[in-house]
T-cell receptor, first 117, second 110 residues
Framework: GAVVSQHPSWVICKSGTSVKIECRSLDFQATTMFWYRQFPKQSLMLMATSNEGSKATYEQGVEKDKFLINHASLTLSTLTVTSAHPEDSSFYIC?????????????FGQGTRLTVV | DAKTTQPNSMESNEEEPVHLPCNHSTISGTDYIHWYRQLPSQGPEYVIHGLTSNVNNRMASLAIAEDRKSSTLILHRATLRDAAVYYCILTTSGTYKYIFGTGTRLKVLA
């Protein structure tokens, strides 16, 4: 299957700093990328949907000024957690799809473990 | 958004078939049914997807009920590496986003 790469795999940051997570589709063009957050022993929670060249659409309850999403090209989306606090510590996962063909699946990155201390 | 219902957990013996059920009674006519699985500390891995007809691939088979209100993921011979959380997901028409439910934690016994 297609490959989606996230970087970094894990990061530790100090409270109050910002962290950027990258999501790249390596062998296909992703018209749409999705960002999820997953807390221990819970399911994935969709945070936002981003289409290349457009502003992201955030799910209810997700602060758009805190979780900045940029999808500037068909192969790269970034999630920036601004002014991170310990409660932002979580497993962040991106997925990518090429929605020019609706009968396709999404491919997921390996996830980024964020720990805010 | 159309929702799915899955059992919280299931167990299977190694090398036996496993049938993982999923109910999606509010599915719309254009929603695809996708299955993914997730190992600890990893992103979800695609397993299979379908619309109306049953589907087979090298990993599994997907049996879709005639009224499309339920589906079953079939692992023909479970191995220890198949132990994971399995998610049944409907793609929401219009936005095509995936909403994850709680999934089924599959335990495979040696």
């Amino acid at each position: 299957g297609a490959v989606v790469s996230q970087h970094p795999s894990w990061v530790i940051c100090k409270s109050g700093t910002s962290v950027k997570i990258e999501c790249r589709s390596l062998d296909f063009q992703a018209t749409t990328m999705f960002w999820y957050r997953q807390f221990p022993k819970q399911s994935l929670m969709l945070m936002a949907t981003s289409n290349e060249g457009s502003k992201a659409t955030y799910e209810q309850g997700v602060e758009k000024d805190k979780f900045l999403i940029n999808h500037a090209s068909l192969t790269l989306s970034t999630l920036t957690v601004t002014s991170a606090h310990p409660e932002d510590s979580s497993f962040y996962i991106c997925s990518a799809r090429d929605l020019r063909d609706r009968d396709t699946e999404a491919f997921f990155g390996q996830g980024t473990r964020l720990t805010v201390v | 958004d159309a929702k799915t219902t899955q059992p919280n957990s299931m167990e299977s013996n190694e090398e036996e078939p496993v049938h993982l059920p999923c109910n999606h009674s509010t599915i719309s006519g254009t929603d695809y049914i996708h299955w993914y699985r997730q190992l600890p500390s990893q992103g979800p891995e695609y397993v299979i997807h379908g619309l109306t007809s049953n589907v087979n691939n090298r990993m599994a088979s997907l049996a879709i009920a005639e009224d499309r209100k339920s589906s079953t993921l079939i692992l023909h011979r479970a191995t220890l590496r198949d132990a994971a959380v399995y998610y049944c997901i409907l793609t929401t028409s219009g936005t095509y986003k995936y909403i994850f439910g709680t999934g089924t934690r599959l335990k495979v016994l040696a």
